[in-house]
């Protein structure tokens, strides 16, 4: 079982930068794709960034030169680091993880954690 806890949300001005982290709980943490997630009142989830075992990443193109994702797994840790945010990025952000990286990016992994807020004013 993995349990994930996100942080790092909050109300930013657009421009503005954040870093969201997830910390995993669980000794298989380096085995697992990991992936941020995002949804907005509305709208469907999708997939922000993922990041496999091997460090390989994924970026959805609405993101892509302002977000930039990364782990750490001596932490347990995952981040994403979010550059330049606009209105449109105001959302709930999850993450999660699964073994099979596939199943991270089509948001069908098996762990996610509770969401946190990321709310930026124009």
């Known amino acids: 079982q993995v349990q994930l806890v996100e942080s790092g949300g909050g109300l930013v001005q657009a421009g503005g930068s954040l870093r969201l982290s997830c910390v995993a709980s669980?000794?298989?943490?380096?085995?697992?794709?990991m992936g941020w997630f995002r949804q907005a009142p509305g709208k469907e989830r999708e997939c922000v960034a993922a990041?496999?075992?091997?460090?390989?990443?994924y970026y959805a193109d609405s993101v892509k030169g302002r977000f930039s994702i990364s782990r750490d797994n001596a932490k347990n840790t995952m981040y994403l680091q979010m550059n330049s945010l606009k209105p449109e990025d105001t959302a709930v952000y999850y993450c999660?993880?699964?073994?099979?990286?596939?199943?991270?990016?089509?948001?069908?992994?098996?762990?996610w954690g509770q969401g946190t807020q990321v709310t930026v004013s124009s």
């Open positions: 990041v496999n075992w091997s460090g390989t990443t």
């Open positions: 999660c993880a699964d073994a099979n990286r596939v199943a991270v990016q089509a948001a069908l992994a098996t762990f």
């Open positions: 669980g000794r298989t943490f380096s085995s697992y794709a």
